[in-house]
């Protein structure tokens, strides 16, 4: 997985809420479980036409916003089924963080073990970020996840809670088989003494 360490991007202002995981990634798009080329289906109901143009009046259409890395997204972003393609979507379009006041617990847990960062902020910083990411590809947000913090274009600060465990697997890129291989000692080790104790097994 990739390190997720300080990032510098232009932020995409996604007010709506409620934005459920269907709507990140409709269901026609989950025959597949590669983590590729979803990008293409990222929010496509709401970037697409019916005839497949592009709507010009969605924000990841728009230049600004064409190449975001961050999100910044109404309340309780993320709910509804549980698939994992969400993020999946999100980061083969290049989305490496969102931040809004709350996600759904089951997209939030599978963002960090996607390698994105999700951001809780209060209402009063996320009007603060939301207007900074309105003003467009110019002005561009900081994310420091070392320093918890969130730097605005205009030298503004605010900082952000995270779990340790899971700022610790971010920094270092760790997913789930990253953390089993950093026992990959005590479980060969485990193995050979079960082999000399049960030799019969």
């Not at 931040?99 to 999700?118: E, R, V």
Request: charged share 25%; proline share 5%; hydrophobic share 40%.
């Amino acid at each position: 997985m990739q390190k997720f360490t300080t990032l510098t991007g232009v932020a995409a202002p996604l007010p709506m809420i409620n934005i459920d995981t269907d709507m990140i990634i409709p269901k026609q798009y989950l025959k597949t479980i590669k983590r590729t080329g979803l990008g293409a289906g990222l929010f496509s109901e709401l970037r697409y036409n019916a005839d497949g143009s592009e709507n010009p009046d969605f924000v990841l259409n728009q230049p600004a916003y064409k190449n975001a890395e961050i999100l910044v997204a109404g309340d309780n972003f993320g709910c509804g089924s549980s698939r994992e393609h969400a993020p999946w979507a999100l980061l083969d379009k290049g989305i490496r963080c969102v931040i809004s006041t709350s996600f759904a617990d089951i997209f939030y847990n599978n963002c960090f073990k996607n390698g994105i960062l999700p951001i809780v902020v209060t209402p009063e910083d996320h009007a603060k970020l939301m207007d900074d990411a309105e003003r467009g590809a110019n002005a561009r947000l900081t994310i420091d996840l070392a320093a918890q913090t969130i730097s605005g274009p205009d030298g503004g600060t605010v900082t952000f809670e995270i779990d340790p465990f899971r700022k610790r697997c971010l920094l270092e890129g760790l997913d789930d088989i990253g953390l089993t291989m950093e026992k990959v000692d005590r479980i060969a080790g485990f193995e050979q003494k079960l082999a000399a104790d049960r030799p019969w097994a």
